[in-house]
């Protein structure tokens, strides 16, 4: 039964994408009610993040991540770029980060998000929570 969990995975990496989950066309400005609920945006982190504490992935878990240094989770793989970069993720900056992450760390190796910057403000209120 691998099918459905493959369409669910693909349906997580387009959710961004979709007017229902904020992409700046309408329809996501409510897709929160309560901070400590995932917005529909997360669903694009959990392919490669946890957000427990102690979990791993291809990237690091995210709990915690407001007030770390970047490339602060022992045992995780970091570009060397993000490794050196010398960021501590406050909220301004993982906004910029999900917005554009090439911008805020060139040559780093997070892909793209594509994440508008209310989408990246609900995935940053919700990290918030962990």
């Not at 529909?40 to 407001?66: K, S, W």
């Not at 770029?81 to 406050?90: E, F, P």
């Not at 900056?93 to 609900?122: C, H, Q, W």
């Amino acid at each position: 039964m691998r099918f459905p969990l493959a369409l669910a995975f693909a349906a997580s990496l387009t959710a961004c994408g979709s007017p229902e989950a904020g992409d700046g066309r309408g329809g996501g400005e409510a897709q929160v009610a309560d901070a400590s609920s995932p917005p529909r945006a997360f669903n694009n982190c959990t392919a490669c993040h946890a957000a427990e504490a102690g979990q791993y992935g291809v990237g690091p878990h995210l709990a915690g991540i407001v007030g770390r240094t970047a490339g602060g989770v022992e045992g995780a793989n970091y570009s060397a770029a993000l490794a050196s970069s010398g960021i501590v993720w406050d909220e301004d900056t993982l906004v910029r980060y999900l917005v554009n992450p090439n911008a805020v760390v060139p040559g780093g190796s997070m892909p793209a998000t594509g994440l508008d910057e209310a989408e990246a403000r609900g995935v940053v209120d919700y990290l918030n929570t962990l």
